[in-house]
């Protein structure tokens, strides 16, 4: 069966430090990969999506960066947080149209 | 421009009771539709989806009726258990563009 993890569970940074939340994906093949954001109160943002290792789409500009260095591994960078950047950060991968998401990551700057 | 929306913030009902959560598109291009249920500070769990060419998907507690002319599609959960209080997402795609659109959730909460 197939698995999401994603690390850390929550961070606290200050502003103007860098950023790298790392998700990897157990029990399947050339999956598409997705970074989604909520911010407190809010719904579902996408932020970038991948079909294949090295292919990234970026859906808002933004100071977050994402790279697939391997087939099941996405990560979400940025080089100097914004306080704007906290919110809980979601992980998802899909093989055909249902998207599966991970656990989350809860970003606090400050 | 929003998609997707789910005009109820918050939605309250009594245990053994049933729930409706509501969604409506704007999009005729959608041709696939999915609710999440999601817990504090857990990701979203996928419950149910229905594809344009049906008008009702049922599973378990959970059926999902799509009416298409109306770009408007619900979630009923029958009988409504307090493990049930949630926050609901709608979000629909289409084969073009590949990507979930997710409306803004409704909490869901269920009285003993």
């Known amino acids: 069966s197939q698995t999401i993890h994603q690390w850390p569970a929550t961070l606290v940074q200050p502003v103007g430090s860098p950023l790298s939340l790392e998700c990897t994906v157990e029990?399947?093949?050339?999956?598409?990969l997705y970074w989604y954001r909520q911010a407190a109160g809010r719904g579902l943002q996408l932020l970038f999506y991948s079909v294949g290792i090295g292919q990234i789409s970026s859906e808002v500009p933004q100071n977050l960066s994402a790279s697939r260095p391997q087939d099941r591994q996405f990560i979400l960078s940025s080089k100097k947080l914004l306080l704007s950047d906290s919110g809980f950060y979601l992980c998802?991968?899909?093989?055909?149209?249902?998207?599966?998401f991970g656990p989350g990551t809860r970003l606090t700057v400050l | 421009d929003q998609q997707v929306k789910q005009n109820s913030p918050s939605l309250s009902v009594q245990e053994g009771r049933i729930s409706i959560l509501n969604c409506d598109y704007t999009?005729?291009?959608?041709?696939?539709f999915l609710w999440y249920k999601k817990y504090p500070a857990e990701g979203p769990t996928f419950l149910i989806s229905?594809?344009?060419?049906?008008d009702k998907n049922e599973d378990g507690r959970f059926t999902v009726f799509l009416n298409k002319s109306a770009k408007h599609l619900s979630l009923h959960i029958v009988p409504s258990q307090p493990g049930d209080s949630a926050v609901y997402f709608c979000a629909a795609s289409s084969r073009e563009g590949g990507k979930l659109i997710f409306g803004q959730g409704t909490e869901l909460s269920v009285k003993p």
């Open positions: 999009n005729s291009m959608f041709d696939y």
């Open positions: 229905i594809s344009s060419i049906k």
């Open positions: 998802a991968w899909s093989v055909e149209e249902t998207q599966y």
């Open positions: 029990g399947t093949s050339n999956p598409n």
